[in-house]
């Protein structure tokens, strides 16, 4: 309990209980032996998740769920538990939310297939709602397979069941990954696992006549063939096999992609809904290696980027009366995650696009609250100049590993 109570994040909100990590840490080994022996006994009570909402950059909001800190401790426990179950059974084509595996390799290994193996077909798959659709039935058949232990397997469905208070109601699920919870992305990718890793692998695949290839981040899955009659062939029957075990995609957002880098007259293939496609943030395009040779470029998508810079004005004018110092420090630690997820290879041009908009972005709010009127460009280059921002940076070397590969 002690290394799962180490793994929880301390920064997040109370649960419905309103207890936050440092009141919990106060009298933490008898918490955490407490903790232990309810669940144990099978006394432990799985509390509600509290329901919140924050905006999406579409003008909808996305629902989120608040989980108490105990309860946190406790789906760590059982998901360590799970990991050293699973991880020897989970295959190389998934990424999410996996130890030793991130979002980068992810990006990395999709260019690089697309690129060396000229996987030029792509299906970008977009399941509807996943996490809250996920039936329950079938995820306690697939944990049947593995998962003995009775206390794990109670504790999970105490999670399944426990519901979420809004409004003062308590709103009981029937289907769906516990909300917000740390357990959530286990469950998930438990269930991806069987119903579309697996039968890729071992259904689809022997059944091709080319090469293909599935690349999946959670929920976020792409898969890429070297025809399109073996595209077209596995995207007519994804859906039904995702409807059997009660999933759906999403009609409009799951497309056939002609990611061919030479095409006649620029024309895409008749049957196919675009030349691009975006993946974990990133919209995956054909540009020029300095060889001159072909290469898969990713560059950030530009929801993502208006995005970037909505949260970044946003901050700035919750907190335009922060001291200058201040300000620099968090835009700086701002540019500073930017910069660490979205500094791949090629992308150079929109993170310098990035670094403009803060600078812009700040030089405006500080000039709204300075008494002296519009804080001039020649001023703030001086500021800068003392102060300097973060510069951009490639992190992920992406295009050089695919020209490795040549």
């Known amino acids: 309990m002690k290394e799962a109570y180490r793994l929880t994040r301390k920064d997040g909100a109370a649960g419905v209980d309103g207890v936050t990590a440092a009141e919990y840490e106060v009298n933490l080994e008898a918490n955490l032996l407490d903790l232990l022996e309810r669940i144990k006994s099978g006394r432990y009570y799985a509390p509600p998740v509290r329901r919140a909402y924050i905006p999406k950059a579409d003008g909808?909001?996305?629902?989120?769920?608040?989980?108490?800190?105990?309860?946190?401790?406790?789906?760590?426990?059982v998901t360590m538990v799970l990991e050293e179950i699973y991880e020897q059974d989970f295959l190389p084509c998934s990424y999410g939310f996996r130890p030793g595996r991130s979002a980068h390799q992810a990006l990395r290994t999709l260019q690089n297939v697309l690129w060396a193996k000229r996987l030029y077909w792509v299906i970008d798959i977009d399941i509807r709602k996943y996490f809250d659709s996920i039936p329950h039935s079938p995820l306690r058949a697939f944990l049947d397979q593995r998962v003995t232990?009775?206390?794990?397997?109670?504790?999970?469905?105490?999670?399944?069941?426990?519901?979420?208070?809004?409004?003062?109601?308590?709103?009981?699920?029937?289907e769906g990954s516990p909300q917000g919870g740390v357990i959530s992305p286990c469950l998930s990718n438990i269930f991806l696992h069987h119903v579309l890793d697996e039968w890729f692998e071992t259904e689809v695949k022997p059944r091709l006549r080319g090469e293909c290839t599935l690349v999946r981040f959670a929920d976020d899955a792409l898969m890429a063939f070297?025809?399109?009659?073996?595209?077209?062939?596995?995207?007519?029957?994804?859906?039904?096999?995702?409807?059997?075990?009660?999933?759906?995609?999403?009609?409009?957002?799951?497309?056939?992609?002609?990611?061919?880098?030479?095409?006649?007259?620029?024309?895409?293939?008749?049957?196919?809904?675009?030349?691009?496609?975006?993946?974990?943030?990133?919209?995956?395009?054909?540009?020029?290696?300095?060889?001159?040779?072909?290469?898969?470029?990713?560059?950030?998508a530009k929801g993502r980027f208006a995005r970037a810079v909505t949260a970044?004005?946003?901050?700035?004018?919750?907190?335009?009366?922060?001291?200058?110092?201040?300000?620099?420090?968090?835009?700086?630690?701002?540019?500073?995650?930017?910069f660490a997820y979205y500094g791949v290879g090629g992308n150079s041009r929109r993170l310098c696009?990035?670094?403009?908009?803060?600078?812009?972005?700040?030089?405006?709010?500080?000039?709204?609250?300075?008494r002296r009127g519009v804080v001039t460009w020649a001023r703030f280059n001086e500021l800068l100049a003392r102060h300097p921002l973060p510069s951009v940076k490639i992190l992920h070397g992406y295009a050089a590993a695919s020209e490795s590969l040549s």
């Open 60 to 77: 909808s909001q996305r629902m989120l769920g608040i989980p108490t800190f105990e309860d946190k401790v406790a789906q760590r426990a």
């Open 149 to 174: 232990d009775g206390v794990i397997r109670r504790m999970i469905d105490k999670w399944l069941k426990a519901g979420a208070v809004e409004d003062g109601l308590l709103r009981r699920t029937t």
């Open 226 to 300: 070297d025809n399109i009659v073996d595209a077209k062939r596995v995207l007519s029957v994804l859906g039904k096999r995702l409807a059997r075990y009660g999933l759906t995609l999403h009609p409009d957002k799951t497309r056939l992609v002609d990611f061919r880098p030479k095409r006649l007259q620029g024309a895409r293939h008749p049957e196919t809904d675009g030349t691009s496609f975006d993946f974990l943030g990133l919209t995956h395009v054909w540009g020029r290696s300095r060889r001159g040779k072909d290469m898969v470029r990713q560059v950030t």
């Open 312 to 338: 970044v004005n946003d901050w700035c004018r919750k907190h335009r009366h922060w001291s200058f110092r201040d300000q620099h420090r968090h835009l700086s630690s701002m540019m500073r995650g930017h």
């Open 353 to 370: 696009w990035f670094a403009n908009q803060v600078v812009r972005v700040w030089r405006r709010w500080l000039s709204r609250r300075d």
